[in-house]
């Protein structure tokens, strides 16, 4: 699974995606996470109002890793924000 992700429903929609993909309900991902479940469900409807600590705790869950890459933007002055 590689997909850019570049706002917050982006990561929304991805680890939700994830998770039913890996046959999880929000309460199992959570125990695999240490999470609570209202805490996977905000990662899934409101990443942004997360900590870092908390999604890494989460990609965890879902074996999933962070990278980070220069952005390739070309012939643009404003650069989209979160």
């Known amino acids: 699974m ?13 680890l939700k995606a994830k998770r039913m993909v890996l046959h999880l309900t929000q ?29 890494f705790k989460h990609l965890s869950a879902l074996d999933l890793e962070l990278y980070l890459t220069d952005r390739k933007v070309p012939n643009k002055s404003h650069q989209e924000e979160w």
Do not use: D, F, W
Not at 4 to 14: G, R
């Open 2 to 14: 590689n997909q850019l992700i570049n706002n917050p429903v982006k990561l929304a929609h991805s």
């Open 27 to 55: 309460e199992e991902a959570a125990g695999k996470s240490g999470l609570l479940p209202k805490t996977v469900s905000l990662l899934e409807n409101h990443p942004e109002k997360c900590s870092v600590e908390t999604l």
